[in-house]
């Protein structure tokens, strides 16, 4: 049995990587704040703390005996980040210093860090590739480049293997809907509950690479256990397919809406996932059409 640390294990993200960890029989340790995690989330099996990753010296005990960390905790989204860039700086950049140094000093075998396809920006080509050079359109795609940055710096210096996986529109289960700045699914999936128009950003013709909960997890886990990654690698983790937005809405059903293009949007996001295949074994399995359809049953049950 492995111990494994969770930041930000109330989160949407991070609680489906806790509950697959304690259904596989390991100790799992959950570091959040709740200031974006939720106590529901939480498995009654895992150890929680609630506790801010930027607050060094009280994270820094919970990392002993750790074989690895996976790291969520964050303030993840470009609206949010383009309102105010100093506060989720402070979470995103100095939380995730802390998270790597007390890894470091606690000398866990490995860490899993959680980063943004936001992080290339507009490129010239598709799908992306994770040796093409970012282009950051807001704080928050910057804070996520200087994470990546950092974990190549800590493997380097300090000894301690910390992966970055590029996440690429991440949806399920637990997606929060109940927020201005909630994600396209979540957004959609409250507006349609409330008979209210679809309101897309811009003309709607933006795609993502959607990627479902499960394959993410799945993905993470690889992460954790492949003796093909040793740190500093940054890995794609999203669909080689992608859909516009305008298709996700038709996907939903009803009435749209459409607003000024918002600043910061990246327009297409459709990963390569060929470092993924090769470093992982790993590829999405869930089609958005299969996985839209679980998400729209958990919203209803919950509703």
Not at 114 to 123: D, K, L, P, R, T
Request: glycine share 8%; with cysteine; net charge positive.
């Amino acid at each position: 049995m492995k111990t494994y640390l969770v930041t930000g294990g109330a989160g949407f993200i991070g609680s489906h990587l806790v509950d697959a960890l304690v259904k596989r029989g390991h100790r799992v340790l959950v570091v959040d704040n709740l200031s974006g995690g939720r106590k529901e989330n939480l498995n009654p099996k895992a150890r929680f703390y609630k506790a801010d990753i930027c607050e060094f010296k009280t994270i820094k005990p919970l990392f002993a005996g750790v074989d690895v960390v996976f790291h969520l905790a964050a303030i993840p989204r470009v609206p949010v980040s383009m309102k105010d860039p100093v506060g989720t700086s402070r979470v995103n950049i100095l939380g995730t210093i802390n998270v790597f140094k007390a890894a470091a000093e606690a000398k866990v075998k490995k860490v899993i860090f959680a980063s943004s396809s936001s992080v290339y920006g507009n490129q010239k080509t598709s799908p992306l590739q994770e040796s093409m050079v970012p282009g950051p359109l807001s704080p928050y795609a910057l804070q996520k480049l200087v994470g990546e940055q950092t974990a190549k710096l800590f493997t380097a210096i300090y000894r301690v293997p910390i992966i970055s996986l590029r996440y690429f529109n991440v949806y399920g289960p637990r997606i929060d809907f109940d927020s201005d700045y909630s994600l396209v699914m979540g957004k959609f999936l409250k507006l349609k509950s409330l008979k209210k128009p679809l309101t897309i950003f811009g003309d709607g013709k933006q795609t993502r690479g959607f990627c479902y909960i499960d394959d993410v997890v799945s993905a993470n886990m690889k992460a954790a256990q492949s003796g093909k990654v040793q740190g500093g690698d940054i890995i794609n983790v999203g669909s080689a397919k992608s859909y516009s937005v305008n298709f996700l809405a038709q996907l939903m059903g009803g009435k749209v809406l459409h607003l000024p293009k918002r600043a910061g949007d990246v327009l297409h996001t459709k990963a390569d996932i060929s470092k993924a295949k090769k470093l992982l074994g790993w590829q999405p399995r869930v089609p958005l059409e299969e996985g839209l359809k679980k998400v729209q049953a958990w919203f209803d049950s919950i509703k």
